[in-house]
Each structure stands twice: as C-alpha cells, then as structure tokens.
C-alpha cells in the first residue's frame, strides 16, 4: 500500500482521536517542548511511563520525532499490519479514547 494511502488512513486515526479531547499532534507540539523530538521525560510527562517509547523509537536515539511518533500511533491500531486501520480495528481507537485508555491523559 502507498505511503499516501497509510498517511490517509493515518489521519482517520487521529481525526477520531480528536473526539476523545486529546489530539496527537496537540500532544507532539506540547510534549516537544525543546522542539527536538520527543524525548524520554518529556514522553514520561505527556504519557507517564507506558513502555511504548522505546517500540517507537525506531532509530533508537531516545528522541521520538515526529514521523516516529506519527507511525506509533498508527501502527498501535493497526493490528494485523497491513497498512490499514479496518472497520474492526476502529473500536480500539474508540476504546482508548475512552476513560481509562491510552490517551486519557
């Protein structure tokens, strides 16, 4: 499947994310506080410690940037890796938006 297409199913992803109150590129600016990437402590005051920093850290130089970040988010819902954020991967996202999900910071 084509990078536009995986970006598009991407914006799905934090279009409902929205809902919940909490959008990931609102978290991205607010976190990337020294406008370097996201970093460990800053992660740990966005999420509190949710072990997901280092599976996102692709390139493993404790920074998250923003394509690292971007594609977590993704992929996270993305269960079955094909690229696709289906109608049955949907209800996760509507799960962790929820109290007591992933992004209810």
């Known amino acids: 499947m084509s990078r536009k297409l995986r970006m598009i199913g991407m914006g799905c992803a934090v279009a409902l994310l929205s809902a919940g109150g909490?959008?990931?590129?609102?978290a991205w600016e607010e976190w990337d506080a020294d406008g370097d990437g996201i970093g460990v402590d800053e992660?740990?005051?966005?999420?509190g410690e949710r072990g997901v920093f280092d599976d996102w850290d692709a390139d493993?130089?404790?920074?998250?940037?923003?394509?690292?970040f971007n594609e977590g988010?993704?992929?996270s819902y993305d269960q079955n890796d094909n690229e696709t954020i289906e109608e049955s991967e949907l209800g996760d996202v509507g799960d962790d938006m929820g109290d007591g999900g992933f992004w209810d910071v």
């Open 73 to 75: 988010v993704f992929d």
């Open 22 to 26: 909490v959008v990931a590129q609102d």
């Open 43 to 47: 992660w740990n005051e966005g999420f």
């Open 60 to 68: 493993r130089d404790g920074l998250l940037s923003e394509d690292e």
